[in-house]
């Protein structure tokens, strides 16, 4: 089965608005990441995040890896947050294979 | 900064025909990965390698090959395309060992197979 599940699929935001998104992985794990997508574009590392809670300007990620699930939260988004969203987690089998979840579709409209 | 390229960023291939994707990276990586992306099913990990000369099968290596033919370049190779494998193609690198860094991904290659 899936072994990282995001939720939700897809969020609509009013500029402004804030956004949590969640991330639940079902096998043990390193490390979770986060990455952002733009429609047709590459993947960008947002957050390397093993375990507590990290900061990067608007955008806060925590991890619990005891319990098995991430967030990112995006606060006072904009319209230039919108994209894709996607959590990965680093498989403890080693070479720090990524599997990633389905992604989060966000839209932030003025 | 990372640099990742890929080549092409686009192509159609015919069903049957061989496809070659190529990747190359400055930054003196050595892991390097390819993913396929498809709507509905995220990023899906198809080779790696973590040295020149070697590559290791991913989640779902049938129907690809891969060569790293040196630490810089890393090339998946379809030998029979076929219309299951439209899809976006990325290509990523990593430095070795642990520590809190990241894949570094290219700007993608979208296959059409006809």
């Known amino acids: 089965g899936q072994q990282v599940q995001q939720s939700p699929t897809s969020l609509v935001l009013q500029e402004g608005e804030n956004a949590e998104l969640q991330c639940n992985f079902s096998?043990?794990?390193?490390?979770m990441q986060w990455f952002y997508q733009r429609p047709g574009g590459s993947l960008i590392s947002v957050f390397y995040?093993?375990?507590g809670t990290k900061q990067s300007g608007r955008l806060t990620s925590t991890t619990v890896i005891k319990e098995r699930r991430s967030s990112l939260h995006i606060s006072s988004s904009q319209i230039t947050d919108s994209g894709t969203y996607l959590c990965?987690?680093?498989?403890?089998?080693?070479?720090?294979?990524?599997?990633f979840g389905k992604g989060t579709v966000l839209l932030v409209s003025p | 900064e990372a640099a990742v390229t890929q080549s092409p960023r686009s192509k159609v291939a015919v069903t049957g025909g061989k496809v070659t994707l190529s990747c190359h990276q400055t930054?003196?990586?050595?892991?390097m990965y390819w993913y396929r992306q498809d709507t509905g099913h995220g990023l899906r990990l198809i080779h790696y390698?973590?040295?020149?000369?070697?590559?290791e099968k991913g989640d779902i290596p049938d129907g690809y090959k891969a060569s790293r033919p040196s630490q810089e370049n890393f090339s998946l190779i379809l030998e029979l395309a076929s219309l299951s494998q439209t899809a976006v193609y990325f290509c990523?690198?990593?430095?070795?060992?642990?520590?809190?860094?990241?894949?570094?991904f290219g700007p993608g290659t979208r296959l059409l197979v006809l």
């Open positions: 990523a690198s990593r430095p070795q060992g642990a520590g809190q860094d990241t894949q570094y």
């Open positions: 096998t043990s794990l390193n490390s």
């Open positions: 995040n093993p375990s």
């Open positions: 990965a987690m680093e498989r403890d089998s080693g070479y720090n294979k990524l599997t």
């Open positions: 930054n003196n990586h050595d892991y």
């Open positions: 390698s973590y040295v020149a000369d070697s590559t």
